[in-house]
């Protein structure tokens, strides 16, 4: 009981079948942008949501922040819905592009945003004067954001969804328009954001980037659910046994299958090899039609197990 | 000047009528919004979700989002609005105006009769638009484009109520609209003061000396495009003003000596703030009966303006002013009110039926009259005090205390009488207003007659006309935001456009729909138009087509007049012509309109919420 009531609180964002279906003015379907997503994100994890364009991974970000109200199904933040306000006070939000006011300069942003939590002036100040620091941006403080990078807008716009010291941190795309060294400390950041403590939820086209840093990942197409889970499981090749060994002679290579730990050998080590995350995201996509979505795996899976427990009944009935 | 009759009903008789058409404005508002957002909610997702979302908005509004209202989030969205204002140069405007004024001698007609109510009235007017249209222009465009550029989603996923973005627009536009009004007031006053100002001497050769009396007349030297006609006492001595200029272009000059000179003062007169006392108007018909005795009370002379009502010479029509709340203090007369004198300004119509000296006055009287009907009327009546009225002039009757008379019943002498012991009833009086020359008439309304009170400061009143405009800026953004909450931007101006122009023209809306502005709707009137048939003539397009025509008007005006009903009524803010004209703005007026404005306010604030908060922001 207690267990369930701790998992309960370990999850951060959890969505019930949370469909999208956007119509037209008269209210006739256009686009089913999401299609029955559940999905749970826990406290303390980096997960992230991968998909091609148009796969659903934006439209489940903004269904999750209230910007959207779903069609059908639930989201819920903090165990509060989505369109709850106040579930706000403990969400960062880095959004796709930097839509920030290019009319304010670095301080005045992060102190409007600051006021937006109802932050005292001295935290603010203080808060401000850190995420400045942090973000690497003092030289340029004053200056208008119209007069920015598009690298340096990033990282303001990284400062003010941290403005609030959030737990749940949910980046749209945080390394577009960085350049190397600024991705780096990126990811660098949304590690040590994690290993303080904070939940992030990214959406990312940059395998690479997800693959450095999420723990579990879903990947969407076309809004389904394809794929969801560790990322290390995800990539792992069940089917293919990898040995890597140190030191054997030419007999003993000829022989290693039989005789490995004859040899006396040093077995460095033993198992599946993994795949990359582009190459998964490719074949996920490539074979969409044929491929069932998680949803329906999960299900196909239940029945299966559920067929075998009632032949298995059905089994010892007969005996 | 015009008065509208409802401008005399007290604020309290006024607020008791007016909140049945507060609850029913809010009440539209609020089944409107319901059925708009359950309808739209409905049609992009499902009647059983819109029913949720609606009822769960509701019920977060009351229990959550107005409860937990944070004036530091509200401040922060203020300061947004401000800074994008002031970073899009809206103070432009200011610049503008003030160019506007440099050049104001290319097309002001310097020589006005009234210069002091044209600088006035274009100062004040050409702040008003100037404002406005600033107001309907950064309100409706603001959200839209924060909708259109996305910056809105670092604002909605931030702890913000709606409310808290609705009211941060508002506060933070007006605060600017605030600014610029004072700027501009300021610059309306020195333009308006300085404008006026200026000097004549006294053209030496002109003066005529009476040797018997010592009084001199004279006319001054031409400045500002006049002069002045002046009389001057010799005989008196000491600082204060020996003479005066006569009034000419609706001003005086004192007259005072300087050696063996004499000087003229500053203009005086043009820029005052009359404090008029009104009373009750009605009428005595021609044989001296009441209305409710069936009497025809005031006369119609055919004029298509019924505004004012006209009383016959010669007879016993009788125009009635009861005054209340009279007292010898208001006058400055002395507690027994034994000195000093009751000012009246009368400003009546003369309308003449005979040829005769047509430019000559028109007799009237003056009666003070005790409205204890119970007393015999020898006590009641004080003896005629004659007056003559001339065409579309304003002129004052000061009554002399020490000159009320009334007339003895056993002597037929006529006896000194105390005004505010004989005749005043508790505070209360009637003045009888009578025309003598027979087949004249004179033409009044209730604001045309009018104890004076003393003098207001003008500067008080140009504030409180300033104070009018603030008000329209409020309510003009109020609408720009609301409508920019749910429409793009231009069409949100157009909508706020649409509100002020229905409700600066809801009176004639009115009579159109009631039947009172001939010519019907506007598809008849198209109709009238293009066939060139008269506005007064039945419209002749068969039995069946006018049926057809004028229902499908009825519809249209009846939308139209309900619409225009829930706009607020503009023209009632204007207060531009009581300053022009040197009229005192009364408490009364201003507490209408702040009342006005606040139920405005909250109105547009709820639904701004209700909209903002049922509204997919990233749809």
Redesign the interface.
């Known amino acids: 009981m207690s267990k369930s009531v701790d998992d309960k609180k370990d999850v951060i964002i959890e969505t019930r079948n949370l469909s999208k279906v956007y119509k037209d003015f008269w209210g006739r379907p256009k686009v089913n942008a999401l299609e029955s997503l559940d999905l749970e994100v826990r406290r303390g994890e980096i997960f992230g949501l991968l998909g091609p364009n148009g796969s659903g991974k934006s439209t489940t970000i903004k269904l999750i922040l209230g910007l959207l109200f779903p069609t059908s199904g639930q989201a819920l933040v903090f165990d509060k819905d989505a369109s709850d306000v106040s579930k706000n006070e403990r969400i960062g939000y880095l959004p796709e592009e930097s839509y920030l006011y290019k009319f304010l300069n670095a301080e005045e942003t992060l102190d409007f945003y600051g006021r937006l939590f109802n932050m005292s002036a001295g935290r603010r100040k203080q808060r401000v004067r850190d995420l400045i620091k942090l973000i690497d941006i003092e030289w340029a403080k004053r200056r208008q954001l119209k007069e920015y990078s598009k690298g340096m807008t990033r990282r303001i716009g990284l400062a003010q969804a941290l403005i609030n010291d959030p737990e749940l941190i949910v980046l749209d795309e945080p390394t577009t328009g960085l350049d190397p060294i600024g991705t780096r400390e990126m990811k660098d950041l949304i590690v040590r954001l994690r290993d303080q403590g904070k939940t992030i939820l990214m959406c990312s086209h940059l395998l690479a980037d997800v693959q450095d840093v999420c723990d579990r990942i879903a990947i969407l197409h076309q809004g389904e659910l394809k794929e969801m889970g560790a990322v290390e499981n995800l990539l792992s090749v069940r089917d293919i046994t990898q040995i890597q060994a140190k030191g054997l002679s030419d007999d003993a290579q000829q022989q290693i299958r039989k005789i490995i730990e004859g040899d006396q050998a040093d077995l460095v080590s033993m198992e599946n090899p993994t795949t990359t995350l582009e190459d998964l995201f490719l074949s996920i996509v490539r074979d969409s039609k044929a491929r069932p979505g998680y949803n329906r795996k999960r299900e196909r899976d239940q029945d299966g197990s559920s067929e075998a427990e009632t032949a298995s009944a059905e089994a010892s009935d007969k005996s | 000047m015009v008065i509208d009759p409802s401008e005399f009903i007290p604020f309290g008789e006024w607020l008791a009528n007016a909140v049945g058409g507060f609850v029913v404005l809010a009440l539209v508002m609020f089944v409107a919004w319901t059925v708009i957002a359950f309808a739209f909610?409905?049609?992009?997702?499902?009647p059983k979700?819109a029913v949720s979302?609606v009822g769960?908005g509701l019920k977060?509004a009351i229990i959550?989002?107005f409860p937990?209202s944070?004036l530091?989030?509200i401040?922060?969205?203020t300061?947004?609005a401000v800074?994008?204002a002031i970073?899009?140069k809206v103070l432009i405007i200011f610049a503008l105006f003030v160019v506007l004024l440099l050049f104001a001698g290319w097309f002001l007609d310097v020589q006005n009769d009234h210069p002091a109510r044209l600088y006035l009235g274009f100062v004040i007017s050409t702040s008003t638009y100037l404002l406005l249209a600033l107001a309907m222009f950064v309100s409706a465009f603001s959200l839209p484009n924060d909708i259109k550029?996305?910056?809105?989603?670092?604002?909605?996923?931030?702890?913000?109520?709606a409310h808290e973005i609705f009211l941060g627009r508002v506060l933070g536009f007006g605060l600017v609209g605030t600014i610029l009004l004072i700027l501009m007031a300021a610059v309306s006053y020195a333009f308006v003061v300085r404008g006026l100002d200026h000097k004549h001497t006294i053209e030496t050769a002109s003066i005529e000396w009476d040797e018997e009396t010592g009084l001199g007349t004279g006319y001054t030297s031409v400045d500002s495009h006049h002069r002045h006609d002046f009389l001057i006492n010799r005989n008196l001595t000491g600082d204060g003003a020996v003479g005066i200029a006569e009034v000419a272009q609706g001003h005086s000059h004192a007259i005072f000596r300087e050696g063996d000179n004499y000087v003229l003062g500053p203009p005086t007169g043009d820029l005052l703030a009359r404090v008029p006392v009104y009373g009750n108007l009605r009428f005595l018909d021609r044989y001296g009966r009441e209305s409710e005795d069936g009497g025809d009370g005031g006369l119609s002379v055919g004029k298509e303006w019924t505004y004012r009502e006209y009383i016959e010479g010669n007879t016993l029509n009788t125009a009635i002013w009861t005054f209340d709340n009279l007292s010898a203090e208001m006058f400055n007369s002395g507690a027994g009110g034994e000195e000093g004198t009751l000012p009246l300004e009368l400003n009546l119509r003369v309308f003449r039926t005979t040829k005769g000296d047509i430019e000559g006055k028109v007799r009237g009287e003056i009666l003070l009259v005790n409205p204890e009907k119970t007393l015999p009327p020898a006590e009641r009546y004080s003896a005629p005090i004659p007056f003559e009225a001339e065409e579309f002039q304003t002129f004052q009757v000061d009554i002399d205390y020490s000159e009320i008379r009334r007339q003895n019943p056993s002597t037929a002498e006529l006896e000194k009488i105390n005004l505010f012991r004989d005749l005043v009833v508790n505070g209360k009086l009637e003045v009888h207003v009578r025309c003598r020359d027979h087949a004249q008439f004179f033409g009044m309304a209730q604001a045309d007659l009018y104890i004076r009170a003393p003098e207001g400061s003008f500067e008080m009143n140009f504030i409180k006309c300033y104070l009018g405009i603030w008000m329209q800026l409020v309510l003009v953004t109020l609408f720009g935001v609301f409508f920019s909450t749910f429409l793009n931007g231009i069409v949100a101006m157009v909508a706020t456009l649409s509100i002020v122009v229905m409700g600066i023209s809801s009176g004639f809306i009115g009579e159109v729909q009631s039947g009172d502005a001939p010519g019907g709707g506007p598809i008849e009137s198209l109709i009238r138009n293009i066939t060139q048939q008269g506005a007064t003539v039945d419209l002749d397009m068969g039995e069946t087509a006018t049926s057809v025509i004028q229902a499908m008007d009825k519809f249209y005006l009846n939308t139209m007049e309900s619409v225009a009903n829930l706009a607020p009524d503009f023209p009632k803010f204007n207060m531009a012509s009581k300053v022009a004209y040197g009229y005192d703005i009364q408490l009364d007026l201003i507490l209408k309109q702040i009342t006005t404005t606040l139920v405005y306010f909250f109105v547009l604030l709820f639904a701004g919420y209700f909209v903002i908060s049922s509204r997919?922001?990233?749809?």
């Open positions: 909610t409905a049609i992009r997702n499902t979700q979302i769960g977060r959550e989002d937990r944070s530091r989030r401040i922060g969205m300061r947004l800074q994008e970073r899009n550029n996305k910056t809105i989603y670092t604002i909605t996923t931030k702890p913000v109520r997919e922001i990233a749809a």
